[in-house]
């Protein structure tokens, strides 16, 4: 026993990131496909996967890395199943990434994991929409924040973090925001500790900006300079009247003040580590203010995971000296195997009651996938709807925040453009008039579908008022569904 134990700690990398990954399949698995982030995601990518196009035939309002690389690799097989199976190129490195952070900040191996497995257990739900750019950016911010550590005492960091921003920037352009000013925040506080901190940063600018410019270079060169901006950066005016505030904001916002002045009074009398903890301060700042302008728990838990990493290794910092304990390590490890053993029994659960539930139809699009019972009560008897309009030949478009359960199975042959996904912000300038510019285009005699409100409000929030009510306005109503109209055109 003591030689396995022996065996374990010195591997310990190889066990852990097996561990993390059985941990993971206990979030991923759990995964409903009409949880609406998962079914945009995966439906976009289907459509670039199949020969669409990014910003001209796809409603994508985030810069382009995450996309360009998983529709790559969702292409290999196409199917729901396959984009689950992806989330383990996330989910996994994510949290793996978070241990190997606490590690080079000087927490022992057994405190790392265990609060590694407690941070993925609050962080549970970032797991459950499948892969996305929230997920992958934020990938990328940690492993960009353990770079910071493992190389910043080297020759070629600024080339390593130059890149890390970019990257990060590439696929989420708020979140590569908050990475740029975290360097900002770091390299002003070291003005007295650091040799040449300004310098250094300048010159980690100077790459992200050769780098950024070789990216706008591209799409000039492919002419998708214009879409690009379009998309990404023309509706954000439009995208910050999405704002909206989970009920517990007010006592998250007091809490990370709070906490904050805590950790500052802990830097300033130089806790252990306390050169550390500025650095992971400085980081988890910027990213917790990307939570703008959705103010909901799954924003909160995305963007306070650097935050939650603070918390626990500020209080580590506070009770080092108990952790050499014999008594204390004795408790530590039981709360570790305890923590271990409910996670195993959590993915085992998650992964049998996604086999029971899942749809089995092999060759199926969404095979793989579990559809939620509000989802078949909404989607079932529209469903039947339109297999009937497909009978008769009738042209039909469907302007749903649900439009993707049908109009992938019309993918490459049509596609239902910005109509897929229709939020307010994700149109560009033209705002939610881009939608009436396409209705516009379709022929005389096409049925529209739409969503309706029910009980004076939208399934979601984000929809915009003004298409139904130009649709409403201009259109003959031919019938309703629980939470959808028929109009013709």
Known sequence: MTKLKAFVTKHDNLFVFLLLTLISAGFIFRNEIFGYDGLWVFGNLYKLANGFHIYEDVNIITFPLFYEVFKTLLSLFNNYLWYLMLNFLIITPLYYTIYQIFKICNVK????????????FITVRIGFFGPSYNTFALLLYLLGLFLFFKKKDSKYSFIIQGLMTFL????????????VC??????????????KPIINLIKTYSITFILAALFVLVLFLTNKLNTF????????????????????????????????????????KKVNNYTALKTLVCFSIPALLVVYPIFNGYHFTLYFTV???????????????????????????????????????????????????????????????????????????????????????????????????FTLYDVPEKNNSFCDMPLRGNFGKEDWHRIINILDQDPEGTYIIVDKKVD??????????????????????????????????
Not at 110 to 117: E, G, K
């Open 109 to 120: 191996k057994i405190v790392a994991l265990l609060f590694t497995m407690l941070i993925a």
């Open 168 to 179: 990060v920037l590439l696929t989420h352009q708020k979140l590569g925001a908050a990475y």
């Open 182 to 195: 975290s360097l900002l925040i770091f390299h002003l506080f070291s003005i007295k500790t650091e040799k």
């Open 229 to 268: 901006i379009d998309l990404t950066l023309g509706g954000m005016g439009s995208f910050t009247n999405n704002c909206s505030f989970h009920i517990a904001a007010p006592f998250y916002l007091s809490g990370i003040f709070a906490f904050f002045v805590f950790t500052i009074i802990c830097i300033k």
């Open 307 to 405: 935050f939650f990493i603070v918390i626990f290794f500020t209080f580590y910092n506070i009770f080092v000296k108990l952790v050499d304990n014999k008594t204390i390590d004795k408790i530590l490890k039981i709360f570790t195997t305890i923590a271990i053993i409910f996670f195993i029994i959590n993915s085992i659960i998650s992964v049998v009651h996604w086999g029971i539930k899942c749809n089995k139809t092999p060759g199926d699009l969404y095979f793989g996938s579990v559809l939620d019972k509000n989802m078949q009560a909404y989607t079932g008897e529209l469903s039947e709807y339109i297999d009937t309009l497909k009978e008769q030949n009738i042209n039909y478009r469907i302007v749903s925040i649900h439009a993707m359960i």
């Open 456 to 489: 004076d409000k939208f399934l979601i929030y984000q929809f915009p008022e003004g298409v139904f009510n130009y649709i409403n306005d201009n259109y003959k109503h031919v019938k309703d569904f629980e939470v959808y109209s028929v109009y013709e055109k």
